[in-house]
């Protein structure tokens, strides 16, 4: 059964304090593991898609990277407008599986 | 705009009184999907749709129903609501390329209560 977890479950973090957020996964078959954003009583907003290990991507603070068994979501020197709960999913052979999710709070 | 847009946002109904909310995409694509999303429990999947007239259950199907009789569209159906289908809901829609897949594009959230 494929699993995604996800940690620390929130990070309090002060503006301008880098830190990474994990997302361990077992799948069958991985075709695509996904970063999104969601804001409270919002559905959640797509960041990145990563397809093999070593790949990367960047969107201004954040930067997403995966290996064969786990991604990382780097958050560098964040802003208060951060805030939010980031999720990992990974799409296997048959079915999209989320994690619970890292909420982040981000100090001015 | 490229979307996926659900209606209603919110809805009390009461125990036992069919409802459907419903699902529209823009973007032509193949994949659709519902979630609920509660405390503690995260995204859960209720049903996803590979494509017309394909329908497959997901993590937590039970009193719930959809159809795909059309590309763009892809409606909830609760047939006997319970308080215990109180939750936020999200439809979603997603393609492949080959063996990839896309990021979903997610609704805005349907928020039910169910008293």
């Known amino acids: 059964e494929d699993q995604v977890t996800q940690s620390p479950e929130a990070l309090r973090l002060q503006e301008g304090e880098s830190s990474s957020l994990n997302c361990s996964y077992t799948?069958?078959?991985?075709?695509?593991l996904f970063w999104y954003r969601q804001d409270p009583g919002k559905g959640p907003e797509f960041l990145f898609t990563l397809y093999s290990a070593g790949e990367e991507k960047e969107k201004e603070r954040l930067k997403a990277t995966l290996t064969k068994k786990e991604s990382f979501l780097h958050i560098t020197a964040p802003k208060p407008e951060d805030s939010a709960t980031y999720l990992c999913?990974?799409?296997?052979?048959?079915?999209?599986?989320f994690g619970a999710g890292t909420t982040v709070t981000v100090r001015a | 705009e490229a979307q996926v847009t659900q209606n209603p946002r919110y809805l009390i109904t009461v125990t036992g009184k069919k409802l459907t909310v419903t699902c529209s995409q823009n973007m032509n694509h193949e994949y659709m999907s519902w979630y609920r999303q509660d405390p503690g429990l995260g995204l859960r999947q209720i049903y996803y749709?590979?494509?017309?007239?394909?329908?497959d259950k997901g993590d937590v199907p039970e009193g719930y129903k959809v159809s795909r009789k059309e590309k763009r569209n892809f409606p909830l159906i609760l047939e006997s609501p319970s308080p215990n289908q109180t939750s936020l809901y999200f439809c979603?829609?997603?393609?492949?390329?080959?063996?990839?897949?896309?990021?979903?594009?997610f609704g805005s959230g349907t928020r039910l209560t169910v008293v």
């Open positions: 999913a990974v799409q296997g052979d048959y079915k999209l599986s």
């Open positions: 749709s590979m494509n017309v007239e394909v329908t």
């Open positions: 799948v069958s078959g991985l075709r695509g």
């Open positions: 979603a829609s997603s393609f492949s390329r080959g063996s990839l897949y896309y990021g979903y594009t």
